[in-house]
């Protein structure tokens, strides 16, 4: 059994009874707590990310500060391409870069395969020194981002709109895309894997640009390789949740990719999604973010809203339906988390 002093968070995933409905939001560790701008003030983010110290410190500014159910490691789902041997640069306001995208034959050829132990031991470090100062207060997530996703990345260079790069791969030389991606499903298997060892009591995985795929063609380079993951994990009963933003079609065959808990973004309808999946897995989410912009007495009424729409019983972790964004008041995230917690009590009885 864990030890952990608040386990809700992980009995939601499994469907345990609970008293009330966790919390935690995609993103916490970051800009809007003017606590994390402090830290983030003194070093440069990939510093960050590879200082196990700085990464621990910000990882549990939202538990202290906001008081959610589950830390999620501070890090980025690009530490995997930069393990593969391409050079990223964080750009103020521009956001990741890579001047070298992954475009032909040659490149791919140049990608290496993942050493977990070596590229990301400072990953695993991070890991290991959050789990001793939580104390066991709150679970650790440890999170990746899909094969697809990371490869949108690779092939564009930096965040886009329309994904030409990454879409002209897939229709001109799928062979291609399929290779990158085998290569990218390994060591996100095996890093995965070490996040586990190291001591993370979850892991999700991120597929924010699954949607931007047409269905026949999520399952064939998006889904196909996360399923491939979650078969691949050597996990004792920490649960996996797969958050695949603009996904809304297709749910039972999404969730025969083995995950636990499927993530859900704040356009879908959590109750609908609930009858028509019962209780193959939990849900999680999918208060709209923007609604954090709003006065308290609309986020009481949204995320109310949200907590009806799930209904009674267990199997539902409360989260937004993507990042909590930079500018969001830190007050507003700590009334969120507050209101979830009372106002969820009734939905246990
Ligand atoms: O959830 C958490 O608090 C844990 C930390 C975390 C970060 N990135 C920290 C971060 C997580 C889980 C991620 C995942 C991530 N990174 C995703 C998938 C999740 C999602 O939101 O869709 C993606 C697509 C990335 C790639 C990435 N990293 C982008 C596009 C950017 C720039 C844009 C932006 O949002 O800032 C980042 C930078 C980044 N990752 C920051 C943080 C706190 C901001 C960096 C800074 O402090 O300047």
Redesign the pocket.
Known sequence: MSKLKNDLFLRACKGKKIQRTPVWM??????YLPEYRAV?SQSD?ITMCKTPELAAEVTIQPIDLIGVDAA???????VIPMAMGMELE?VESK??VFHKPIRTEEDAKSLSEVDVDKSLRYVLDAVELTKKELDNRVPLIG?S?SPW?LLTYMVEGK?SKNFSEAKKMIYNNPKLAHKILKKITKGVTNYLNAKIEAGCNAVQI?D?WGGILSQSEFFEFSHEYITQIISGLKRKDEPVIVFA?GVYYKLKRQIKCGADVLGLDWTMDIGRVRTRLGDKVALQGNLDPTVLYAGHDTIAKKALAVLESYGKGSGHIFNLG??ILPDVPPENAKFLVDFVKEASVDFHK
């Open positions: 995609m993103r916490q560790a970051g800009r983030r983010f999620i490691l501070f890090s980025d789902i690009l964080m956001g990741p999170f981002g996703t965040g991120f924010t933003k993507h990042g």
